[in-house]
């Protein structure tokens, strides 16, 4: 549409309104086009500038029967109205994805805490065993007949003796095999490879037959001290990982409320991190298209044939019914575990962009100045007051060096006399 030459003085205003944003530069002013996403202001500071330069646009109209300035005037106005209010930019399926972490974190921590649990009963039951003494000749070490229990030294002994005897008997038949081996070798690179493996595996039986008998002599105490040093270190080790799925659990129940809070926004905040949200946008289409794969692969596992087996009876009737075999068993935990993975990469994915938006809204989008002012302050005081304590030290150190001081003089004088 072309221009009313009355207006002229009101569309160079508004053009000047126009280009206002710092997204649009000086090539683009030179080029006469401009991108619609680059034309809303990107501070309350362009706000204003913006509605300034309207404002004597609207003054300089000479023709007020001009509709195609108004129509640009009501487009450039509702830019700036819409970038002074806020605006809900938070997303559901982010939510969603938060929310499913949390049911799996909560799974796992059941998983973890009955596995705490056990460990501790077998701690607490080491702790009640009966004074018990036991050695077993390495030749007489067998426990076949034995039900495991971790309830009685002497049979949780056996049971750790046979073990070592059994890791015994397997070095020497792999000694037998490289031997074997070594004797029908042709070229001297595979004797020089069998004899370094002949030698290993002899190495680790003397090792076995040595660590048999520092086991078997062990006295009941020291023997339950040791017991319960190896179920320590796990007990530690569960200890942390419940403890840290616990406060990561409670990190991400917390995420969810301060993302939804941050994610209100002024349309102008919204604007200048346009590129980022765009960025953040193409992390979560290819993190949910890796989870919808596997997803996919795990849901088309159940597309797979069951085993069938056909019984041929004499009367030449058939009969056709579906086993379990261990392929069948195969199958089912690769698709549990493509389901988990597709699970928790859909929630990594959420969290980590939840994560990052409510951090960066908070720190961007409200004044920390006073926060920051008031800490600097507290730190300062608390800073004057370590001086004057270590000062203060200083003096009553000082004080007593020379009681102490004039003591020993008074002392030498008395000596003396």
């Known amino acids: 549409m072309k221009t009313n030459p009355a207006n002229q003085d009101a569309y160079e205003l508004l053009d000047a309104a126009m280009t206002t944003s710092s997204h649009i530069t000086a090539e683009d002013?030179?080029?006469?086009t401009v991108n619609i996403d680059d034309v809303y202001p990107c501070s309350e500071a362009e706000c204003d500038e913006m509605d300034r330069l309207l404002e004597q646009a609207k003054a300089k109209v000479k023709d007020p029967n001009?509709?195609?300035?108004?129509?640009?005037?009501?487009?450039?106005?509702?830019?700036?109205?819409?970038?002074?209010?806020?605006?809900w930019t938070f997303k559901w399926v982010l939510i969603a994805g938060c929310i499913l972490s949390i049911f799996i974190m909560f799974y796992i921590s059941e998983e973890v805490s009955g596995d705490r649990q056990s460990i501790e009963s077998k701690v607490n039951a080491i702790k009640n065993w009966e004074k018990q003494d036991t050695t077993i000749v390495f030749a007489e070490c067998n426990v076949d007949s034995l039900t495991y229990t971790i309830k009685s030294h002497n049979i949780y002994k056996a049971f750790a003796l046979n073990s070592i005897k059994n890791g015994y008997e397997r070095s020497l038949e792999e000694i037998e095999n490289y031997k074997h081996s070594l004797d029908t070798a042709k070229s001297?690179?595979?004797?020089?490879?069998?004899?370094?493996?002949?030698?290993?595996?002899?190495?680790?039986?003397?090792?076995?037959?040595?660590h048999y008998d520092e086991v078997n002599e062990m006295s009941f105490k020291k023997y339950r001290k040791q017991a319960i040093k190896s179920y320590k270190s796990e007990l530690r080790a569960a200890r942390r990982l419940d403890r840290f799925i616990w406060i990561l659990f409670i990190y991400v129940l917390l995420l969810t409320p301060f993302y939804i809070y941050s994610s209100h926004q002024y349309g102008y905040y919204i604007t200048r991190y346009r590129a980022e949200r765009a960025k953040l946008d193409k992390l979560q289409k290819w993190g949910f298209r890796v989870a919808a794969l596997f997803l996919g692969a795990g849901l088309a596992m159940a597309l797979l044939p069951d085993t069938k087996v056909t019984t041929y009876y004499s009367n030449g009737s058939t009969s056709t019914?579906?086993?379990?075999?261990?392929?069948?068993?195969?199958?089912?935990?690769?698709?549990?575990?493509?389901?988990?993975?597709?699970?928790?990469?859909?929630?990594?994915?959420?969290?980590?962009?939840?994560?990052?938006?409510?951090?960066?809204?908070?720190k961007r989008n409200h004044d920390w100045s006073a926060v920051a002012q008031k800490t600097k302050s507290i730190a300062g005081q608390a800073t004057d007051i370590a001086k004057k304590a270590a000062s203060k030290a200083a003096v009553i150190v000082e004080e007593k060096i020379q009681e102490q001081k004039?003591?020993?003089?008074?002392?030498?004088?008395?000596?003396?006399v």
């Open 406 to 416: 004039q003591l020993k003089d008074g002392s030498s004088k008395d000596s003396e």
């Open 188 to 210: 001297s690179e595979r004797k020089e490879y069998y004899e370094k493996q002949v030698k290993k595996w002899e190495e680790t039986a003397a090792g076995l037959l040595k």
């Open 29 to 32: 002013e030179n080029k006469q």
């Open 66 to 87: 001009d509709t195609f300035f108004q129509e640009r005037y009501n487009e450039l106005q509702g830019i700036v109205d819409w970038s002074r209010k806020k605006h």
């Open 321 to 362: 019914h579906t086993e379990s075999n261990p392929i069948n068993m195969m199958i089912l935990a690769l698709k549990l575990m493509l389901l988990a993975a597709a699970a928790c990469i859909f929630s990594f994915v959420c969290i980590f962009i939840m994560s990052y938006v409510t951090i960066t809204s908070f």
